[in-house]
């Protein structure tokens, strides 16, 4: 299972990539981790970061490519599984790593979207700064980190809605119920990242799943497909999530990805 997370600040992402490491039994590769883990050893990487992480800007691409190739190596020679924590962060970043990826023979399966609201995530952040002490989660630069995600992050969501490995997930509820979602919806994806053609991937919308049940249209109908597809265990319907349904249909994201960054390869 090859997984990467695209998630504002404070949504949680690093629970859920711990959870999704720990349940595929696959190595959580975190880029903020990674570096404040530098910051904290007074390296000399930790020394030229520390400002950008401070300031809650995003550190130059070079130095978290860099990392991320180190750990993509090690995650192959761990059996190629991973779940990417924080990169990509914006296009170029999105570009590269894929290119990463692919010569490493481990473009990613799924581009996990969590989806949560502002004034969610700075409650969070700043109910966590009490805890954590991290320097980044004052109210001044919380609003920067959200701020660069709506600028220069989030527009990646399109590109992998565009090449159809894209699930997103309503992340405003408790992260057990969220976790739960995000493994269901893995587990039931998992045979067809195993043995279906890369190219029949379709989106997968979970952000309204509460109200999913029972109600049509193209995304809530590939929904309740899902769930029905895991409660009764039935591959044949699991495979209804590659159905044929135009990613033009699904909300947002009107095509400029494509022309942008469209490489013709499935994956990261
Ligand atoms: P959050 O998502 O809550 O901001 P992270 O731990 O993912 O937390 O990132 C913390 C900080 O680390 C970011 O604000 C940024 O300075 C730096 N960082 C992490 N990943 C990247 C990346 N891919 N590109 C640039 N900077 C990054």
Redesign the pocket.
């Known amino acids: 299972m090859r997984v990467l997370m695209i998630?504002?600040?404070?949504?949680d992402?690093?629970t859920q990539g711990a959870l999704i490491a720990a349940h595929f039994g696959i190595p959580h590769i975190?880029?903020?981790?990674l570096?404040?883990d530098h910051v904290a050893r007074r390296t000399d990487l930790g020394l030229a970061?520390q400002e950008?992480?401070d300031?809650?800007?995003?550190?130059?691409?070079q130095?978290?490519?860099d990392i991320?190739r180190e750990a993509l190596v090690a995650a192959k020679a761990a059996g190629g599984g991973y779940v990417l924590?924080?990169?990509?962060?914006?296009m170029q970043?999105a570009r590269a790593a894929y290119l990463i990826a692919r010569e490493l023979g481990m473009t990613a399966d799924v581009a996990l979207h969590l989806d949560a609201g502002d004034a969610e995530v700075t409650r969070r952040?700043l109910a966590r700064a009490a805890l954590e002490h991290?320097t980044?989660d004052t109210e001044e630069?919380i609003a920067q980190?959200l701020a660069?995600?709506h600028q220069v992050t989030s527009p990646i969501i399109c590109w992998y809605r565009d090449r159809g490995i894209l699930v997103s997930v309503d992340a405003m509820r408790p992260a057990q119920q969220v976790g739960r979602e995000i493994l269901t919806a893995l587990k039931a994806m998992r045979p067809l990242l195993d043995h279906g053609p890369a190219q029949a991937r379709q989106p997968v919308d979970l952000t309204t799943l509460g109200e999913a049940f029972g109600v049509t249209g193209p995304v809530r109908t590939s929904l309740s497909r899902v769930h029905a597809a895991v409660e009764r265990d039935n591959l044949a319907d699991e495979a209804l999530l590659w159905a044929d349904t135009p990613y033009g249909q699904l909300p947002g994201c009107a095509g400029w990805s494509s022309s942008l960054l469209r490489t013709g390869r499935p994956g990261l």
């Open positions: 998630a504002p600040p404070g949504a992402k690093g975190a880029t903020g981790e570096l404040r970061v950008y992480l300031r809650g800007e995003l550190v130059p691409d130095v978290v490519l991320a924590d924080g990169i990509p962060r914006n970043q952040l991290r980044d630069v980190r660069l995600y």
